[in-house]
């Protein structure tokens, strides 16, 4: 009898252990690439099927590059191999199959990074910029990938947004304003709030999860103030981004930082949405972050609560002043 349970236990165990090893095997696994205009895919993260990671190289530096695809090692493809077909995700929802052409130096910035060709054209390309714009996105494997809404910066919502964040705007302007050690802002702090602040990105996805329902929202916004004499004609701004997570129902969580700079922007970064994917219970954004000297493809878990990033690859860059 004590035998006839022990079987009946470990054959119980055994069954429990195919099934989760079944499981496993059908999880979701996939890589993503920024996708160029000129048809040149820089692949930055895996998911296979638990977690994020980076199997191709972030950078040319001390990588040879491979002569054919047949010569990329299989390790650089991520977890669903070489052999998965890659696809093209545009904005509006097309999804154009790619074919592979050869790996190719891609040139961003003052840097490099291993690259494949593929047959895209997006349009033409200015030779001339230190980097590519990006059309979307390329992917390898078994995920679909949902849009972030681009809204209207002109629409009573974003004057409500205007609204919700001024208070934080002021005091993260206090900080920036404040972080500088030879150098006093010109306006006082009571003179910077009578200048209106003005949003200049404004994206935003709803999502619906064990975890609740809530929106996720990221902002960029700007307060300007008149040139001074010795601003040759290029006068200070505030420049403010980050993320309004809402859960349904509840008080917003603003998580949002400044920075304190001329009209030139240097220094400032910028974000280009890709898209968003939902895994089980987690809710991912997919986008680049950009300054004029540098570029960041990134991959952030969104919560009800907050936004974490969990991959972030830099695509290329140059140093402080290298392209001034």
């Not at 975890?211 to 290029?234: N, Q």
Request: charged content about 25%.
């Amino acid at each position: 009898m004590i035998r006839t349970g022990r079987c009946l236990a470990v054959a119980l165990l055994l069954a429990a252990l195919a099934a989760a090893g079944a499981r496993g095997a059908e999880r979701q696994k996939f890589s993503l690439a920024a996708l160029r205009r000129d048809g040149v895919i820089i692949p930055f993260a895996s998911f296979d099927g638990r977690g994020w990671s980076l199997h191709w190289p972030d950078s040319d530096v001390g990588v040879p590059l491979p002569i054919s695809l047949a010569d990329i090692p299989k390790k650089w493809w991520g977890p669903q191999g070489p052999d998965a077909p890659w696809t093209a995700w545009l904005p509006g929802g097309e999804t154009p199959p790619l074919t592979l052409r050869k790996p190719v130096h891609a040139k961003v910035f003052c840097s490099g990074h291993p690259a494949v060709a593929t047959d895209y054209r997006g349009g033409p390309i200015d030779l001339r910029e230190p980097t590519v714009v990006k059309d979307g996105l390329a992917v390898a494997g078994d995920v679909t990938i949902q849009d972030i809404t681009s809204v209207s910066v002109h629409t009573p919502d974003a004057k409500r947004v205007i609204d919700l964040i001024t208070g934080e705007f002021n005091k993260q302007e206090k900080l920036a304003a404040e972080h500088f050690i030879n150098w006093t802002h010109p306006f006082s702090p009571e003179d910077r709030k009578q200048f209106p602040i003005k949003l200049e990105a404004f994206y935003r996805s709803t999502e619906t999860t064990s975890r609740g329902k809530w929106t996720t929202t990221y902002v960029e916004a700007i307060r300007r103030f008149p040139p001074r004499p010795v601003d040759r004609e290029c006068g200070l701004i505030t420049f403010v981004r980050g993320w309004i997570t809402q859960p349904e129902g509840k008080a917003p969580v603003i998580n949002i930082g400044a920075r304190v700079t001329y009209c030139d922007r240097a220094e400032v970064s910028f974000m280009l949405p890709f898209g968003r994917v939902v895994l089980e219970n987690e809710a991912y954004w997919i986008y680049q972050i950009s300054s004029w000297r540098d570029e960041l493809y990134t991959v952030s878990r969104v919560r009800p609560d907050a936004v974490r990033p969990m991959v972030a690859v830099a695509g290329g860059g140059c140093p402080k002043d290298a392209i001034r």
